[in-house]
């Protein structure tokens, strides 16, 4: 078995006030992680549907994370953070 956490970020809204939600690529190498490998992957749902997501390996003293995430509203799922602000 192999370790697992989630980690869901839950915003009301994205529009022009309010800060819309980053990416972990800008967060993470402030907390000393660093980038070793992105892609995008897919990933299906239960209902046979699919969507692209990121996938972003990083590394920290030895240590490994891979961190996989998307954007999500009603309508759409993207990858691409300044998409958030469109949508």
């Known amino acids: 078995p192999v370790p697992a956490s989630l980690f869901v970020g839950y915003f009301k809204t994205s529009q022009a006030n309010h800060p819309a939600p980053h990416a972990p690529i800008h967060c993470l190498p402030g907390a000393g992680w660093r980038e ?6 897919s990933l299906s749902t239960g209902g046979g549907r699919s969507f692209t997501a990121n996938e972003y390996v990083v590394e920290k003293s030895g240590q490994k994370l891979v961190v996989v995430y ?10 691409s953070h300044a ?3 469109v949508y």
């Not at 998307?70 to 990858?79: G, I, L, V």
């Open 36 to 41: 070793t490998y992105e892609t995008p992957v």
């Open 70 to 79: 998307w954007y999500q509203n009603r309508q759409r799922t993207w990858t």
């Open 83 to 85: 998409l958030g602000k």
